[in-house]
């Protein structure tokens, strides 16, 4: 009974231990979540407006322009950027992240896998881990980077991005990433990145006609690269908003699981406690009547 009751009392300690470190994580992760939330909400609405802007743009140019970041090529080559996180314990987080890209490349891209069409850029460890033995040509990774997210860091992966597009090395780029819609629920989702997509999603947004100053070429080079680099911007605090929701979310459920462990593990430890006593009193009774008996 002895080694029970200190086998119970050890896993009584390991649980508390446990239940102290989720809820620290739950605290840290939803500190970080109101500064990701708000950097979220400020920037959607307007990268919003931008996007709408620029559909707007592309799809007003008739033909008197060709716009280099939105020419619709013979998809031979695919860029997927696969945006997960650093680090673990945050649920789904980045399970969903991966099934969606594997989905994507097998459902909308399975040609091109088997012609080595498709190169995924990883922005996050966990892609990488989920990617080691997927057959699919690698481009490059960031790691680290959504820890410290800021939109200069941001703008270089999205230049370089745009570069590769320029000089026709992918065809098409895809970003894969968990969309934030609150602590709870992360949306996986597939956005094209480019080439630029020219249909106005929004049926209150009509065609606009755009008085372009000094110069539409001038202006559209160094406008429409602004505005992608807006949008991978929000892809990218989207996952950050939505990392630290399904950590938080995850770190709860962990302590409330712990918690309960814990209240049957004190049952246990009761029960084989009263058992340890009646034992030994059993065992004196049975001793005092015995030197009766002499």
């Known amino acids: 009974m002895g080694a029970n009751l200190k086998e119970v ?7 508390k231990s446990t239940m102290q470190i989720t809820k620290a994580m739950k605290m840290v992760s939803a500190s970080k979540l109101r500064r990701a939330t708000d950097r979220i909400v400020q920037i959607r609405p307007y990268a919003n407006q931008l ?4 559909a707007n743009i592309v799809s007003n140019l008739q033909g008197d322009y060709n716009l280099e970041l939105a020419q619709v090529r013979d998809v031979k080559k695919v860029l997927i950027v696969l945006v997960t996180s650093d680090k673990g314990l945050c649920g789904g987080f980045n399970a969903n992240v991966l099934k969606l890209a594997k989905n994507l490349i ?4 399975a040609d091109l896998e088997n012609n080595n069409g498709i190169e995924l850029l990883y922005i996050g460890k966990k892609g990488i881990e989920g990617f080691r033995t997927y057959k699919v040509d690698n481009n490059t990774s960031y790691v680290n980077t959504l820890g410290k997210l800021e939109f200069e860091n941001s703008s270089l992966i999205a230049q370089d991005i745009i570069t ?3 000089k026709g090395t992918y065809d098409r780029v895809e ?9 709870a629920v992360q949306i996986p989702t597939a956005e094209q990145f480019l080439p630029v997509q020219t249909n106005i999603q929004d049926e209150n947004v009509s065609p606009s006609d755009y008085i372009f100053e000094p110069g539409k070429e001038e ?3 160094t406008l429409v690269p602004n505005i992608l680099k807006t949008q991978f911007f929000r892809f990218l605090l989207d996952s950050v908003a939505s990392e630290h929701g399904a950590r938080m979310t995850a770190m709860d459920k962990a302590t409330d699981n712990a918690n309960e462990l814990l209240k049957e593990l004190n049952i246990v430890y009761n029960r084989v406690r ?6 030994e009193l059993s065992e004196i009774v049975s001793g005092a009547a015995a030197l009766s008996a002499e």
């Open 164 to 166: 590769l597009f320029k």
């Open 175 to 183: 970003v894969v990433y968990n969309m934030f819609k609150n602590a």
């Open 274 to 279: 009263q058992a340890a006593i009646t034992t």
């Open 106 to 109: 097998k459902d909308k891209y």
């Open 51 to 54: 996007n709408s802007v620029l």
């Open 219 to 221: 202006i559209l080079e």
């Open 9 to 15: 009392r050890g896993r009584i300690t390991s649980v």
